[in-house]
Each structure stands twice: as structure tokens, then as C-alpha cells.
């Protein structure tokens, strides 16, 4: 594979505007979530990051700052570009540049078949599956791991 560069990109740069095309791309057409649900509110306040490789963004995810954690979201790899570990090296790039800026409690939602994915980068789900994007979901965090389990 040819190099691949992770980046945060600002919103409403070409980058940017390309990374949005990527999800529209997975969510909306590849999982069919309503197109109406995939941008929010938060995509203005968001940070945003890109992975490129071969000149074209591949990958992209979001960080949202909230108060008792990060949020990361919207982790979307090219379908042609699965499975060489893009979507590993772009969540610990991201949560690397979240802890220089003193953020170290990392949570996200994710798809429930994709729990196995997380808990390779450290992940544990707690609480109930619940619906979202008319795919079912578990919140996951990865810090007060030894906790998770007792509100599951
Ligand atoms: C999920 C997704 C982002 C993974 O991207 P990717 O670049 O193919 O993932 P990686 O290659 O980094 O995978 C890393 C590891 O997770 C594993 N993995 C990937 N998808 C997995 C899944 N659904 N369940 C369990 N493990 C999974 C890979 O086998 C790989 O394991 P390895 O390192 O032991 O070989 C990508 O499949 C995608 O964009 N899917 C559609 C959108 C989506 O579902 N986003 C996540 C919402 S929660």
C-alpha cells in the first residue's frame, strides 16, 4: 500500500468537503442511514481527520469535545481500502493528537458489530444496545474500564 497520511483538516477545506463526500458514501448509500440523520450540529465544532492514500481521501472520523469525554465518531473507510488497517492507525492517530491536548477519556457509539473492532484499540462496551441510524449500537469507553461492565 502506498503511504498513508492522517491528518486533522478544518472544516469546510477541499479536505474536508472530500471527507464528507466519504461518509455520504458509507453511511448513507453503503448502510443506508437517513440522510436526513448523517451531518449535525456538530460537524461545525468537530475536528475533523482525513486519511490519504494514492492522493484521495480514504478514511475519516470526528472528535467532539464534551465535557466528561471525547467523543470519536464517523469512522468511514473506502470500501476498496478495508481491512489494511486504516481505520486502526486513524482512531490512535486521532486519540494521540486529542491526549497532546490533554484529553484522555475517549467514548463512541458503536455499530454492535463492530464491538470486537474497538476493543482491539482498547475499547469496552457498557449499557444497552439501543438504535441508531436504523442500525443497533453500544456506547463504549476507554477509560473506568473495571466499571463498564456494571452498568451494562
Ligand atoms: C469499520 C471500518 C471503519 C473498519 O475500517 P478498516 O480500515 O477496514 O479497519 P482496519 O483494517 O483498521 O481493521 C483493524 C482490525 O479490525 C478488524 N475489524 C474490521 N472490521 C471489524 C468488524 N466489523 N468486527 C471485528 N473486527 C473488525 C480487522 O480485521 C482488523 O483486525 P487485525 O488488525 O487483527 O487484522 C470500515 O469497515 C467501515 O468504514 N465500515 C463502514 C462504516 C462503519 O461501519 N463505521 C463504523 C461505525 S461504528
Known sequence: MSELA??????????????????REVF???QKV??????????LSATHFVAISEGEVVGTLRLIDLP???KIGRVAVRQLFRGRGI???????????ARQRGQDRFYLTAQSDKL????SLGFVAFGPEFQDGGM???AMRDYDRESAHLVD
Do not use: Q
Not at 491528518?7 to 477545506?13: D, H
Open 6 to 23: 492522517i491528518l486533522p483538516v478544518p472544516c469546510f477545506s477541499l479536505l474536508c468537503n472530500a471527507a464528507f463526500a466519504l461518509r
Open 28 to 30: 448513507v448509500w453503503e
Open 34 to 43: 437517513p440522510e436526513a440523520e448523517e451531518h449535525d450540529e456538530y460537524d
Open 68 to 70: 466528561e469525554h471525547t
Open 87 to 97: 481505520a486502526h492507525k486513524l482512531i490512535a492517530a486521532a486519540m494521540a493528537h
Open 116 to 119: 470486537g473492532f474497538y476493543e
Open 136 to 138: 443497533p449500537h453500544r
